[in-house]
C-alpha cells in the first residue's frame, strides 16, 4: 500500500498509463542508434589525435628543413639523405591522411 497521497496518485496515474510494447525491431534500431553515436566518439577521437601527430611530424620537419639550411649547431645532412628525409616523410603523410579519410569516413551507401 502506498504510505502518502503523492505515492497514491503516482500509482493511479501508471495505472492508466498507456503500455508500450517493444518489439525486435524498436530494440535494434535503439542499438544502431547507440552504435552510431560510439562511432562518431570513437571518430572524433581518432582525428584529433591523429591530428596532433601530424601536426608534431611536421613540426619536426620544419625543424629539420631549418637546421639543414642554417646548419645550427653543426647539423648538416648530405643532399641525398635530407631529399629522401624530406620526400618520405611527406609521402607518407599523404598517404596516411587518404586511408584514414577514406576508412574512418566511407562513402555512405
Not at 500500500?1 to 508500450?20: F, G, K, Q, R, V
Not at 534500431?29 to 582525428?47: C, F, H, P, Y
Not at 591523429?50 to 648538416?76: K, R
Request: cysteine-free; overall charge negative.
Amino acid at each position: 500500500m502506498p504510505e502518502t497521497a503523492e505515492e497514491s496518485a503516482l500509482l493511479a496515474i501508471a495505472a492508466n498509463a498507456p503500455t508500450i510494447e517493444f518489439d525486435s525491431t524498436t530494440v535494434l534500431a535503439a542499438e544502431d542508434v547507440e552504435d552510431r553515436k560510439q562511432n562518431r566518439g570513437l571518430r572524433k577521437t581518432i582525428a584529433i589525435r591523429l591530428i596532433w601527430m601530424l601536426s608534431a611530424e611536421l613540426m619536426f620537419l620544419g625543424l629539420m628543413i631549418i637546421f639543414q639550411g642554417f646548419t645550427i649547431w653543426g647539423f648538416h645532412l648530405q643532399e641525398w639523405v635530407f631529399s629522401i628525409f624530406t620526400t618520405s616523410v611527406l609521402a607518407q603523410t599523404f598517404l596516411l591522411v587518404r586511408v584514414v579519410v577514406k576508412n574512418l569516413f566511407p562513402a555512405e551507401s
